[in-house]
């Protein structure tokens, strides 16, 4: 094997050597493997599928034979998916003795180049050649002939799935406020259970959000249960944005296993605080997402915020100060697209549920426990734009809704929704985004207070605008800036209107330092009657003292000058564990028109994160016994078939990694079992080393998908599984049963009890890998480390010393024997004469036992000792038969009692690296 690791990297090596050189560098005594011979070579075609051609070959080159192989290759590559032309090329090369043209180490099935052209590499152990091809070499089949194929519905890879968020917070003299979001994904055999709750211990807080059953088979997608959010199901979807009722329902929707594989535009919410604080998302007043935040600007991506167009009230606080109090819509919707010319539908059946929201006309009521049918239907009118369509019908009430979205220039997306209910009602939803540009409005207008609608939209009348962006100035000035409008209708003829206007710049400033300016207006109008407005201007100066410490000075201005001032120390990450970060701020702040003009007050926060759970916490104690504390951690748990396991890392299906626990690292060795490339679609997803026993991965859904573990790359040999290929459903838990050990080689000679050598040496057991015989009687053996295996020649047993007794894997001389009992006989073979053998037992000392042999049997046999480890194993062999008397039988015998009786030698090994050795 080690002959074999030689070979490949002489050759490898040379690779990049003009012919010529390695024509005169070939190392002496491998001439043959760069003289040209005939093998049928497994060639890998463009769809990673191999065929058989014959080619004359070196050590790192091929070459077509004749036109017959010509014409064989041409077909098998353009039908493996090469365009005619491209295919041309490469038989043209490989009819000039095409050689090796890259440098690929470990798993060559594995090895990913992005070529111009294309190229090339013979792997001569193996006999394969691989072709690693360029994408605009290969057709491009139509997205409309890969549609007509579909997945199984059976989900072979069945598991349970659960998220849960635990939040917590509590001014420390009063209760401890506690809420548990937990999403749960049960896989099964066909379909999946959904559910999604809500558990707080304030009064009527707990909620379920939804549960339903999922299951799809071929082009249909049928679900049915309890939904207080609407499904994002395929390109109708978007039509029932902006509705919020609750119900009972059973849908049937066209379906490509593609509800989710639309491109998500990053979004985000932006913030600033002026301090170290608490932040808090609720989506009605459920908490969604909670985290420690620094002072100064803060963004928060969509992508941890559930999907969905809905809206959210973002909240700053310290304690129970709300610092600010922000209500924004969320546009978190998928882009199902559909290919030109064809259409999505959904059709449903439900009942309306009770809803949480007190409406203003009591009638809305009456519409809980109605039933209703509903129809969506959409259609791709070009590449970049589709058009959409909708009804939903209840007892004397009518929706009906049209729908536009798609591209349009620059990068963008829109989607618009006009809606009608009982053509008394309007309401318009819509959306843009333009590269870093935001923007959504929404209205709806219900003068006549018509029940079905202010149920369907949990309001009357509203009116909702938002504009959000980030940007950079220059090159090193960073800024975001957001515009958010709010007017609803309340009960007894009362209504709210808000202006938010919020922008911040952070800046480079002297000595290496950071400035931070931020301004907010919070006004009944846009920009008049600015007197009336809560207008806030803030700059934060960040100083850093030295590595671990940074002083911090804030102004806070409003309409009457300046309402804060602070100054404050805080330290860097105070924890060296790369995962976590702690840090602490010591703040004085003088406020204008308080009780309390100067609070003192220091703040902890911090974060963890690792591949288990993500976990913050912040700590607030101030000097007028205002104390407050929040913590969250999340977390996901995995359960499959044969596994469990807890992962930070949100999906919707997972592959889960054995490679058991057989290696043993040094302390300052970094662990490494593989690299695993995980593929969706034949796209490679993701690569990443497993550093530890066990590891689980997030998978996309409804996809095809690869996983590989590489153990070769990092000098390690896998025995179990090395690849698994399944269809990921939700709540599929692929596992990939792998046995990653080191090969750990070793030497030794064996011999009978009479001292021949043992030729024939046989290796069992699942750490085997290869037995050679280096010269008579000297074996070399590789087997996985830290796996059992044994070792044995003609049926008897061959040992090895105590695993303390080896030295740098020499064993020295060892034996193999004949598995007896004490006073138990057996007919051998030595040098073509059969010897009678009789096991007496095996000894600490025999200095005084051959005497005593001697003395019992005399001339009638001859004492046999071999030696393993600190233990002498004692036999008699006589050419004839070894006729006792009872005398001589009961004196042995009385002998063999002294034996140790423990002395049972092992014969199933477990080796491993000596320590110090790499």
């Not at 349970?160 to 635990?166: C, K, Q």
Request: contains cysteine; glycine residues 6%; proline residues 3%.
């Amino acid at each position: 094997m080690n002959s074999s690791k030689l070979l490949r990297n002489i050759a490898i090596g040379t690779l990049t050597l003009p012919i010529n050189v390695l024509a005169t560098t070939v190392p002496e005594g491998f001439e043959s493997f760069y003289q040209q011979q005939l093998r049928d070579v497994d060639v890998k075609g463009a769809d990673g599928k191999f065929f058989s051609i014959p080619m004359l070959v070196t050590y790192d080159s091929v070459q077509i034979i004749n036109d017959d192989a010509s014409d064989k290759l041409m077909k098998k590559l353009v039908d493996s998916g090469l365009k005619n032309d491209e295919a041309k090329k490469i038989l043209i090369a490989l009819k000039n003795n095409k050689p090796n043209s890259v440098d690929c180490v470990g798993d060559l099935d594995l090895c990913v180049l992005e070529p111009k052209s294309f190229e090339s590499f013979y792997d001569y152990h193996t006999n394969k050649l691989y072709l690693y091809l360029n994408k605009d070499m290969i057709v491009n089949k139509s997205r409309s002939v890969k549609s007509k194929a579909y997945a199984a519905t059976h989900n072979e890879h069945i598991g349970l799935i659960n998220s849960s968020n635990l939040y917590a917070s509590s001014e420390l003299d009063n209760e401890i406020n506690l809420s548990l979001s937990d999403q749960l994904i049960a896989g099964l055999p066909y379909g999946s259970i959904h559910l999604d709750s809500y558990l707080s211990n304030d009064n009527d807080s707990s909620e379920l959000n939804y549960g339903y059953y999922n299951i799809e088979h071929e082009n249909l997608r049928l679900t049915a249960g309890y939904h207080q959010d609407r499904q994002r199901l395929n390109s109708t979807s978007f039509l029932l944005n902006g509705t919020q009722y609750n119900d009972l329902n059973v849908n049937l929707a066209s379906s490509k296993n593609l509800s989710n594989s639309g491109t998500r535009t990053e979004q985000n919410l932006y913030f600033y605080s002026p301090s170290p604080a608490t932040l808090k998302v609720y989506k009605q007043n459920r908490v969604i997402f909670q985290d420690s935040i620094a002072a100064g600007q803060g963004q928060l991506s969509y992508s941890k915020l559930p999907n969905g167009v809905y809206d959210v009230r973002v909240e700053i606080s310290v304690g129970d100060r709300i610092i600010s109090n922000e209500t924004l819509r969320v546009y978190n919707a998928t882009s199902d697209t559909l290919n030109t010319g064809e259409a999505d539908y959904s059709v449903a059946l439900g009942q309306f549920q009770k809803s949480s929201t007190e409406f203003e006309n009591t009638n809305a009521n009456n519409i809980e426990g109605n039933t209703y049918a509903q129809g969506l239907v959409a259609y791709k009118l070009s590449d970049a734009h589709t058009v959409a369509l909708g009804s939903t019908i209840t007892s004397g009430h009518i929706m009906n809704q049209l729908g536009f979205k798609g591209y349009l220039p620059f990068d963008s997306h829109y989607e618009i929704v006009l809606s009608t209910v009982d053509l008394q009602t309007s309401y318009i939803s819509s959306y843009l985004n333009l590269g870093p540009f935001g923007i959504t409005y929404e209205n709806l207008t219900n003068e006549t207070k018509n029940a079905f609608s202010e149920f369907i939209y949990s309001q009357s009348n509203k009116e909702q605008f938002s504009l959000s962006s980030s940007y950079i100035l220059g090159q090193y000035i960073q800024g975001y800036s957001s515009i958010s409008y709010y007017n609803q209708d309340l009960s007894n003829q009362n209504e709210i209107s808000n202006w938010y206007i919020s922008s911040g710049l952070t800046m480079p400033f002297v000595m290496d330092s950071n400035l931070d300016f931020n301004i907010s207006i919070n006004n009944e109008s846009f920009l008049s009657d600015l007197e009336e407005a809560d207008v806030t201007f803030a700059v934060n100066w960040t100083v850093p003292f030295s590595t671990l410490l940074n002083g911090k000075t804030s102004i806070n201005f409003d309409g009457d000058g300046i309402s804060q001032f602070s100054n404050g120390l805080e330290t860097s990450d105070l924890i060296s564990d790369r995962n976590t970060d702690l840090r602490m701020t010591l703040t004085n702040t003088q406020y204008k028109n308080t009780d309390d003009s100067s609070v003192n007050s220091l703040t902890a926060y911090g974060s963890h994160h690792d591949r288990h759970y993500d976990a913050n916490a912040f700590a607030n104690i101030t000097d007028n016994d205002q104390t407050s504390f929040t913590a969250s951690i999340s977390n996901t748990q995995v359960i499959g078939r044969n596994s469990i396991n807890f992962t930070s890392e949100k999906a919707n299906a997972y592959v889960a990694i054995d490679t058991q626990d057989n290696i043993r690292f040094d302390e300052d060795e970094e662990i490494n079992k593989g690299l695993l490339i995980i593929s969706s679609d034949g796209e490679i997803d993701s690569k990443a080393y497993i550093q530890d026993q066990s590891a689980v991965k997030p998978l996309k859904e409804y996809r095809t998908t690869k996983v590989d573990l590489d153990a070769e790359s990092v000098a390690l040999y896998n025995s179990g599984d090395k690849s698994e290929l399944a269809y990921t459903h939700p709540g599929s838990v692929v596992e990939l049963e792998s046995n990653v050990s080191r090969v750990i080689s070793f030497v030794s000679k064996f011999k009978d009890i009479f001292g021949q050598d043992i030729d024939e040496l046989e290796c069992t057991g699942p750490g085997c890998l290869e037995v050679s015989n280096i010269t008579t009687g000297i074996h070399k053996i590789d087997v996985q480390e830290g796996v059992r295996f044994s070792l044995s020649s003609k049926g008897q047993q061959c040992y090895l010393p105590p695993i303390e007794d080896a030295k740098k894997l020499n064993f020295g001389t060892n034996y193999c024997q004949p598995e007896l009992s004490p006073m138990e006989s057996i007919v051998l073979v030595k040098k073509n004469r059969e010897i009678n053998v009789m096991y007496i037992g095996g000894f600490d000392d025999i200095a005084l036992l051959k005497p005593q042999i001697d003395l019992i049997i005399g001339q009638d046999a001859e004492m046999i000792t071999t030696k393993l480890g600190r233990t002498t194993f004692v036999y008699l062999a006589s050419e004839s038969d070894l006729l006792l008397t009872q005398q001589q039988y009961q004196s042995i015998d009385s002998i063999a009692q002294y034996a140790r009786s423990e002395v049972t030698p092992e014969q199933d090994f477990v080796l491993n690296r000596p320590v110090g050795i790499k």
